[in-house]
């Protein structure tokens, strides 16, 4: 049974957001493509000595399992070069499963939901722009709920600015 899910892409090195829709273009061979957020500039958090990110939120349709879509993930991943470089560093492509149905999944290598989505408005931001009631499981707030916690004040440091 197909079941949606949304996953987070990022990118730092080379020409951002071409790595951005190579990505999501091999995803939608695979995975039907619902929606796509708008690219949005993130500066680093945890390295803060690197390029800024470009981050975007994909909806996704598969009839995948939650692995079997981790798998693809990191398939793209190294197909488009990513290397194992410094954890938090510079990356060619970046790609999370943030969201996928209502499963909880907790297994070693897959998290689901992604254990920090609830932090990161880099993922926040652009979730509520293409579905703004998606519902953490665990948590159970959706996503325009969790973004709004945010303006409290968590992740201050973090700076975003919508690319058109």
């Not at 939608?28 to 945890?46: F, G, I, K, M, N």
């Not at 149905?101 to 897959?110: F, K, T």
């Amino acid at each position: 049974m197909a079941e949606t899910a949304y996953l987070s892409l990022g990118s730092n090195l080379g020409d951002r957001a071409a790595n951005l829709r190579a990505a999501v273009a091999q995803i939608d061979v695979a995975a039907r493509l619902l929606a796509l957020s708008a690219l949005y500039e993130t500066q680093p958090v945890d390295v803060p000595e690197q390029r800024w990110f470009l981050n975007c939120v994909a909806a996704i349709e598969t009839d995948q399992t939650p692995r079997e879509l981790l798998q693809l993930a990191l398939r793209v991943e190294a197909e488009m070069g990513r290397l194992g470089t410094r954890d938090k560093g510079p990356r060619k492509i970046d790609i999370d499963v943030v969201l996928f149905g209502d499963y909880v999944v907790d297994e070693p290598g897959l998290k689901i939901p992604h254990p920090a989505m609830h932090l990161r408005r880099f993922v926040l931001e652009p979730l509520v722009e293409i579905a703004p009631e998606a519902r953490h499981p665990i948590l159970g707030k959706t996503a325009r709920d969790l973004l709004a916690e945010l303006a409290d004040g968590k992740m201050a440091g973090e700076q975003m600015v919508r690319r058109l």
